[in-house]
Nanobody, 122 residues
Framework: QVQLVESGGGSVQVGGSLRLSCVAS????????MGWFRQIPDREREGVAGIESDGSTSYADSVKGRFTISKDNAKNTLNLQMNSLTPEDSGMYYC?????????????????WGQGTQVTVS
């Protein structure tokens, strides 16, 4: 039911910052667990960060201290602030939604997805 559209990707230098956004329509993100995932060609889509409907957050170990996930319920928008970027952060970033954040933060458990936005760090 909910539709998601990511934006904000691009090419940045090592050590730079980028802010991704995911605008939802058709439903309010406040009702869902929302997450950011990264996918590299020929590899599985991996969880980067998640935020529960109550505001609690979780992060992959590789991005802790560098990335911050947040949401603006009034704008129905999910954000990901990405700092101190490295080439390993490169990939297609997807916004996903599910009713509750699962214990295992895996893509297979998320039911709704955006089209993705490309991030390249060099």
């Amino acid at each position: 039911q909910v539709q998601l559209v990511e934006s904000g990707g691009g090419s940045v230098q090592v050590g730079g910052s980028l802010r991704l956004s995911c605008v939802a329509s058709g439903d309010t993100i406040g009702r869902y667990c929302m997450g950011w995932f990264r996918q590299i060609p020929d590899r599985e889509r991996e969880g980067v960060a998640g935020i529960e409907s109550d505001g609690s957050t979780s992060y992959a170990d590789s991005v802790k201290g560098r990335f911050t996930i947040s949401k603006d319920n009034a704008k129905n928008t999910l954000n990901l602030q990405m700092n101190s970027l490295t080439p390993e952060d490169s990939g297609m970033y997807y916004c996903g939604a599910v009713q509750r954040c699962p214990i295992r933060f895996i893509a297979d458990d998320f039911g709704w997805w955006g089209q993705g936005t490309q991030v390249t760090v060099s």
